[in-house]
């Protein structure tokens, strides 16, 4: 049965206002499309959940989406800050914004926990930091077998996950190449979990190469058939990362009502990824597109009776 | 005699403490420069890590980012962020890990969350990051810093990463992490930490830089080790790497 | 710098007596010529970790290779008993053999605290079970968060990790397709690791695909190469499970001189593998060929400067 | 009539208590041909985990073992053990487990460890395996067991399982684990376990099968349903997929 409906239909019906929300990818395969249909649909109230909060929570944060920031790592990687996350903290512009902090560590124990439905995970990190004074979330345990106490953070279940992929079939099963950061637990922890495809395939294309799909269709909601649709982010064999892009993000970004005029033109302006594309126009595509570097091919056998 | 920066310098000089080490956890900007200028000099068999989860990258361009594709395509292993943080990281698998900062006090305690109060910050800074777990789970960890004294401070506003906390055996206490930091690298010298009191020590300075220059960055009382040395300048040879090789744009040689 | 040796060298150099050693590999990849070459060097005091202890540690237990068995699931899948196993904990043939007994969620908590350093695992499993009363080990800590107790489980850290791999490079980086069992976590949690690989590549094929190097030379130290080293367990894409031979253990091990015999014949009797697959036979090896089913490739890309 | 064997019926009952199904935990033998059975009859979008990391396998044939080749080959995803029990068993991803034992009693729990005393077994058994974590994580559970007096036991040697454990609410107190057994699948006839005592009632007989016959093969005095019914006997459409797909060469037949 298809899970394939348009991200404008799957934003609609699976996330909510006030929903706990994770658009997880570390650099890598950050669906900004699906960023842009919530910040077209007008949500509010989200609990937005990421290691990188990056650009996509700049831009949701600075649209008025979120109440709240869960993560590990403000800035605009290897450019500077975050500059909408930073007004809305130390200004409360547009509006103030919660935020609840972590470690990279303490994000990927609180995912995994959520993945294994497990009350806590522990990490052997936060010892000696002002970290966990600043986040009572994060608590201790006596080690049993007598090493003394660790550090345990609490699971996250995010309402809804969105995770851009390579390629997936219709019912979502996922092959994913390249970095692969929470995606797995990030899914399998969430209640409802949208799939944004580079590409649509037959599901002979899946099980083809089954220890490639990291994402099971039995855990999906819906599939969304969206190319190009992680940039300026980057899908490893499809488009490169658009560093210009994050660049010209540390100046545009300064100020929040030219920050609004981009949003203006690159997000309410359009009705969706078509339009941002043929915007950006060819010569971007180009310009980000890779060559070409296969991954060889292993033989899985067959085995007649 | 030969020109460099004295980006050049801190660079080589970190390359150089690299020297024995097995395996580098690797960030973006100089400590990458430095990473590779010591497979190719003092540490060829050097293993690098990136945090973004790659093991063994070939990049063929110098990365904006740590999780850029050209770390990915042709590395030896890509692996998940619990495979990375669990079997790599907190595994104890890291010799040396790298850490930068907004604020550093004496102890090689790192502030990289807020300039201010945590409730109502002045500055919203980045945040941990790895750097919490890198400086508790490398088994050294070196700081890289330009001199000054917004950022040499006598008192953190944020404890993020923990280097040697209240000094003396403070930080043995807290269990069983790795060493702290060893080395402060900065674009006027070098510091170590006392053995006892494990309080900053200039041991090295630069070509051309002074005591008194330093201590001018310092918010605090500067010790100087009585057999302080000269650094050794970048070598043509590393200079010839990082200028043609590793940074041909020349992004990090200012 | 290459890791490649013997498997005589490996085992003569990497395994002591009274190590505790894991040849892992659930079903899949499990390393018999190791086995062999450690039953034929008549190590002893061994204390042998696995899930299933299969026909494998069956073998290692009949020779007096073993002081201990820590496991979770005894049997010879499909079939029946492990009658060696058996022999030994029932009647203490031919030598008493503690046991330490977890579930296989036991187990798999045991590898990965292993693996991550950590000093315990929580598991939801164990509640209202008789296998904590019976193995002290298995304790409980209180969640901090107030949902109550979860059971807990030590880390595994054995001395020495064999596993057997379809390819891998000069320097140990493997790769691994079809079952993956606990292969990942075994090699990190353990001190010393030694791959047996059905196919020494160069780097340039692992670097092809990265995503699929499940063990990276980092933690190896001892390369080997011994095509069809799994038989009568299998390589997927290789060599299909013997399942004749499965079911043929089941009664030649029911005796212990039989398999004591039987051991003479194929373990002591032989040099090491090479001779093994030729005295097999030619036919065995084409009743176990699979056909071809091939994965299909990604493009990694290229991204120059 | 059309005749069967006892393996038949259970297989044919098994598969029908897997409607409304979505997500089973296979196990070899019984189960998986049960399984197999239900996808083409009353669960067409019931969707196969195997213990050994598989999810949505299409087998080219009756797998001897769990971890068997032509599982992999052709599946939909193909995880580690940890992935398995973590995400997809204790993430709560699992509707129906299938258990056997050596030792049932009247609660439903199962004894795989020991016959005899733990430290001195008379037999050693298989031990747990994923059985204990299924007992408890898999939304229900189904058993599958031949019905005699050695092994539907007044006292369990050894609970490896936990079914209903003293009956009542006590299994409730465990925590928030899965409702337990459902089911007992035999080759005479089916229990079920009463709402309140949660012991084992009987709730339907096999074709031809009486309850005294079904009492000499159990320890304990058998609760019988009021509204005992009659098991409806395989259907010529569920023999004729059993015989000529699932196991054509009647391997579990008998």
């Excluded at chain 1, 649709?229 to 100046?251: I, N």
């Amino acid at each position: 049965m298809s899970k394939v409906t348009t991200m404008k239909e799957a934003i609609a019906q699976l996330v909510n206002d006030g929903d706990t929300l994770a658009i997880e990818g570390f650099t890598h395969l950050i669906c900004f499309a699906a960023a842009h249909e919530i910040i077209r649909q007008r949500k509010r109230d989200l609990t937005l959940c990421r290691l990188t909060p990056d650009l996509i929570y700049d831009q949701m944060i600075a649209a008025g989406c979120a109440k709240k920031l869960v993560f590990s790592y403000l800035g605009n990687p290897g450019v500077g800050s975050l500059h909408a996350v930073r007004r809305a903290v130390e200004k409360g512009i547009p509006a103030p914004l919660e935020v609840e902090e972590y470690s990279h560590f303490g994000m990927v124990g609180r995912f995994i926990a959520g993945a294994a439905k497990l009350p806590f995970y522990p990490v052997r990190t936060f010892a000696g930091s002002d970290i966990p004074s600043a986040n009572p979330r994060i608590r201790r345990v006596d080690d049993p077998y007598g090493t003394g106490q660790i550090y345990v953070v609490p699971p996250l279940n995010p309402d809804v996950t969105i995770l851009h992929v390579q390629r997936a079939d219709e019912r979502g099963n996922a092959h994913i190449w390249g970095l692969m950061g929470m995606q797995a637990e990030a899914a399998f922890a969430a209640r409802r979990v949208i799939i944004v495809a580079e590409r649509l395939v037959d599901e002979a294309v899946i099980r083809a190469d089954p220890n490639r799909t990291v994402i099971p269709g039995l855990i999906v909601d819906a599939v969304v058939h969206e190319p190009y649709g992680a940039h300026p982010s980057y899908a490893q064999g499809y488009y490169d990362r658009d560093t210009q892009f994050y660049l010209a993000w540390d100046t545009l970004s300064r100020d929040h009502d030219t920050l609004l005029s981009w949003l203006d033109e690159w997000v309410y302006g359009l009705a969706g990824r078509a339009e941002y594309i043929q915007r950006m126009g060819p010569e971007v595509w180009q310009r980000l597109q890779p060559g070409e570097a296969w991954s060889g091919q292993v033989n899985y056998g067959q085995y007649p009776e | 005699m030969t020109e460099y920066t004295a980006s050049e310098m801190m660079i080589a000089a970190s390359a150089r403490e690299l020297a024995g080490a097995r395996v580098v956890f690797v960030g973006i900007g100089l400590p990458n420069i430095a990473c590779n200028l010591a497979q190719r000099t003092v540490a060829p068999d050097l293993e690098l890590v990136y945090e973004a989860g790659v093991y063994g990258a070939r990049p063929s361009r110098l990365p904006l980012s740590i999780g850029d594709p050209c770390l990915v395509a042709g590395a030896t292993s890509v692996v998940s962020m619990p495979q990375l943080f669990q079997y790599y990281l907190q595994g104890g698998l890291i010799d040396v890990g790298f850490l930068g900062a907004a604020q550093i006090d004496r102890y090689g305690n790192l502030n990289t969350t807020v300039i201010g109060p945590y409730q109502k910050p002045k500055v919203r800074l980045p945040g941990s990051g790895g750097a919490c777990e890198i400086a508790l789970l490398a088994r050294k960890v070196l700081i890289i810093a330009r001199l000054n004294r917004r950022t040499f401070v006598d008192q953190l506003d944020f404890l993020t990463s923990p280097g040697h906390l209240t000094g003396g055996e403070s930080r043995a206490r807290l269990g069983d992490y790795g060493q702290g930091p060893t080395a402060v690298i900065t674009d006027m010298g070098i510091f170590r930490f006392d053995e006892k009191t494990r309080e900053m020590v200039l041991t090295s300075l630069h070509p051309g830089c002074k005591v008194e220059a330093v201590q001018e960055r310092v918010s605090w009382p500067v010790w100087v080790a009585p057999d302080l040395a000269e650094t050794e300048p970048p070598s043509p040879a590393e200079l010839g790497i990082m200028r043609q090789e590793l940074d041909p744009a020349g992004r990090y040689r200012q």
